[in-house]
């Protein structure tokens, strides 16, 4: 398989404003998922509407029956009760037809919704690691939350008010124009025809205001959350006025832009509310002047007033729907513009799972950059023989930790190919190249629920004696016992509860828990003081002894032992070999590791004075827990 090299970050495709149209193609597939209960509950729909419209036509003849008349007189009168009877039917059939309706219906739109939202969820962990760095996770959340929020008020508005109205005016000028003067219908169509466009024509000048508040309400929130997010900094710097001064600054935009928009909005209602003012006045001069002129009945008085009332409600109701409508698709088009944004890293069509024999790693020749303006490793070429550890040294930024990106795929590489057993990481399935690693993050960051709930995470249903062996392994068991309570204690936003030192064992827990043919340690023990770290390191060694492992360091105590050391520098390998020829060849190395000896020898009594208490916990939440 051919492999071109990336030259750019992929631009996200919605640089456009998505149409509606485009929106509601979008969400109609799922809709039409549950075809049947969507035509059964149109049907249901249609006969609510036809027994709403005979309500009037019924009162008409009841009307017209009771009305005293030369011919017939009042001793002539007698009860209409199968009128009555048929009044109150139809009456019941309105109402039970739209509750039908709506239990028909109530699923679709719920089950869209969920759909919906889990695809979105989906695409987006499987967008590449570019696209979550530059991303601001409150603005997407927000989007997410309003785009499935407009979805129920998309298709409740639908369904439930537009669709309805539209079936019971036709059914009103049908016959209207039948059974009266031509007049009637004209009137109604032109005054119909006048509050749509009206209507239209303000709400599109207005839908801009929506968009306005959208990106100004996504601003402020992301500000708030990442300010909470940071709430140890501000707290370090002092700058909680300061945070609260740019979030209010959002919040006044925000306002300002409210405030436009309500104006709009009571312009659009007082036109509105004059258009439907006119027609009906206008339908009730027409009805007075039929019945002084004995061609309509007080009953066809009633009806004609009856269907206008009828058709005022909803109709004056129908802009609201509209201008509702249009927010909706507004809320909606963020949501599924992130649907729009191009994997940057794929499957290959019908790729194979990764199938891991030896577990042999090598890197052929790789040339990577972030930025087409600035290349981070040039003609990288190394193997990890299989069950043998390799570590990767040098300062910071000289490229180490992309290496591990690129193993796990987070990024394509520009030129050359990595492979795992002879198999190019590009044609097999992200999801078992990720299943055959195991990584210790420099940073680890926990999820805010328990300890033990972390730990699984490397392998989810696990038992707990698996949970406990290894958390075990990696010297963090004990710690958890004295905890009032145990592995069920919950670790904090980001695993904040617990200090660096204790949440770097939990990630050793989690990677051994994995059971990984390969495994990564970038920095893993660079949060441990060196007591700790010698404790974790000889298990390290002894777990892998059987696998094959990359471990990306900064001390070189650490990788001494390694079988292989690779020492990168502005992206390029400059020295390999072992601890000791690195050493005899008298070069970086040896400087790096001249270095780091004689800080060691002053830091590492600091260490075991000051710092010992991290190797059993000092986390700050958790400081009266380990006293008690």
């Known amino acids: 398989m051919r492999h071109t090299a990336r030259t750019a970050a992929e631009a996200p495709a919605n640089q456009g404003t998505r149409n509606d149209w485009a929106t509601l193609k979008t969400l109609f597939p799922y809709l039409w998922q549950w075809k049947w209960r969507v035509l059964v509950a149109l049907g249901c729909l249609i006969m609510a509407k036809v027994a709403n419209v005979g309500v009037p036509l019924v009162l008409k003849h009841l009307i017209d029956g009771l009305t005293i008349t030369p011919e017939r007189p009042a001793s002539l009168l007698?009860?209409?009760?199968?009128?009555?009877?048929?009044?109150?039917?139809?009456?019941?059939?309105?109402?039970?037809?739209?509750?039908?309706?709506?239990?028909?219906?109530?699923?679709?739109?719920?089950?869209?919704?969920?759909?919906?939202?889990?695809?979105?969820?989906?695409?987006?962990?499987?967008?590449?690691?570019?696209?979550?760095?530059?991303?601001?996770?409150?603005?997407?959340?927000?989007?997410v939350e309003r785009g499935t929020r407009g979805i129920s008020s998309l298709v409740s508005y639908t369904l439930f008010s537009i669709l309805p109205t539209l079936v019971e005016i036709s059914l009103v000028l049908g016959y209207l124009a039948l059974q009266y003067d031509l007049w009637f219908s004209v009137i109604t169509v032109t005054a119909l025809l006048a509050y749509i466009a009206f209507t239209v024509v303000v709400t599109e000048w207005r839908t801009h205001f929506r968009r306005t508040m959208n990106d100004l309400d996504s601003r402020a929130n992301t500000r708030a959350i990442d300010s909470l997010l940071n709430y140890e900094t501000v707290?370090?710097?002092?700058?909680?006025?300061?945070?609260?001064?740019?979030y209010d600054e959002g919040l006044q935009r925000y306002e300002q832009a409210a405030v436009r928009s309500q104006t709009s909005l009571n312009l659009l209602n007082t036109g509105q509310s004059l258009i439907i003012a006119v027609a009906v006045t206008l339908i009730l001069w027409r009805a007075t002047l039929g019945v002084i002129g004995s061609t309509m009945s007080l009953g066809d008085l009633v009806l004609v007033n009856a269907f206008m009332i009828q058709l005022y409600i909803p109709l004056n109701f129908l802009g609201v729907i509209y201008r509702e409508l249009k927010q909706s698709l507004a809320d909606m088009e963020k949501m599924f513009a992130l649907l729009d944004q191009h994997r940057e890293v794929a499957d290959a069509a019908g790729a194979p799972a990764l199938q891991v024999t030896q577990a042999e790693l090598r890197f052929e020749r790789v040339n990577f950059s972030y930025e087409t303006k600035r290349q981070i490793l040039f003609d990288v070429d190394f193997t990890v023989a299989a069950g043998t550890t390799t570590?990767?040294?040098?300062?910071?930024?000289?490229?180490?930790?992309?290496?591990?990106?690129?193993?796990?795929?987070?990024?394509?590489?520009?030129?050359?190919?990595?492979?795992?057993?002879?198999?190019?990481?590009?044609?097999?399935?992200?999801?078992?190249?990720?299943?055959?690693?195991?990584?210790?993050?420099?940073?680890?960051?926990?999820?805010?629920?328990?300890?033990?709930?972390?730990?699984?995470?490397?392998?989810?249903?696990?038992?707990?004696d698996e949970i406990v062996a290894a958390a075990r392994a990696a010297y963090i068991h004990d710690f958890i016992a004295?905890?009032?309570?145990?592995?069920?204690?919950?670790?904090?936003?980001?695993?904040?509860?617990?200090?660096?030192?204790?949440?770097?064992?939990?990630?050793?827990?989690?990677?051994?828990?994995?059971n990984p043919a390969i495994l990564v340690f970038d920095e893993a023990t660079s949060a441990l003081d060196s007591h700790a770290e010698q404790a974790i390191q000889a298990q390290l060694r002894e777990i892998a002894r059987d696998r094959t492992t990359l471990v990306i360091a900064h001390r070189l105590s650490t990788i001494a032992d390694a079988q292989q050391i690779l020492v990168l520098s502005e992206g390029r390998i400059v020295e390999r070999g072992t601890h000791g020829e690195l050493l005899a060849l008298q070069g970086r190395y040896a400087a790096m590791w001249e270095r780091q000896q004689v800080r060691g020898s002053d830091a590492d009594e600091d260490a075991e004075a000051g710092q010992s208490a991290d190797a059993s916990g000092t986390g700050p939440d958790l400081v009266a827990a380990r006293r008690a």
């Open 78 to 143: 007698a009860l209409p009760a199968g009128l009555l009877v048929a009044y109150g039917l139809l009456r019941l059939s309105s109402t039970a037809f739209t509750e039908l309706r709506e239990f028909f219906f109530a699923k679709v739109t719920q089950r869209a919704v969920r759909n919906i939202a889990l695809k979105v969820f989906r695409h987006l962990h499987s967008l590449s690691l570019r696209f979550h760095l530059n991303r601001q996770t409150g603005g997407v959340t927000r989007d």
């Open 482 to 514: 004295r905890l009032p309570d145990g592995y069920q204690t919950t670790v904090g936003e980001r695993g904040l509860k617990l200090s660096g030192g204790e949440k770097q064992r939990v990630a050793i827990a989690r990677a051994l828990l994995k």
């Open 235 to 246: 707290k370090y710097f002092g700058n909680e006025d300061y945070e609260a001064k740019r």
């Open 391 to 464: 570590a990767v040294v040098g300062h910071s930024g000289s490229g180490k930790s992309t290496l591990a990106r690129l193993l796990f795929r987070f990024y394509d590489v520009d030129g050359g190919a990595i492979r795992i057993d002879g198999q190019d990481i590009r044609e097999v399935t992200q999801a078992s190249l990720r299943q055959a690693i195991g990584i210790v993050p420099q940073d680890t960051v926990l999820f805010n629920d328990s300890i033990e709930y972390n730990i699984a995470y490397g392998r989810p249903g696990a038992t707990h």
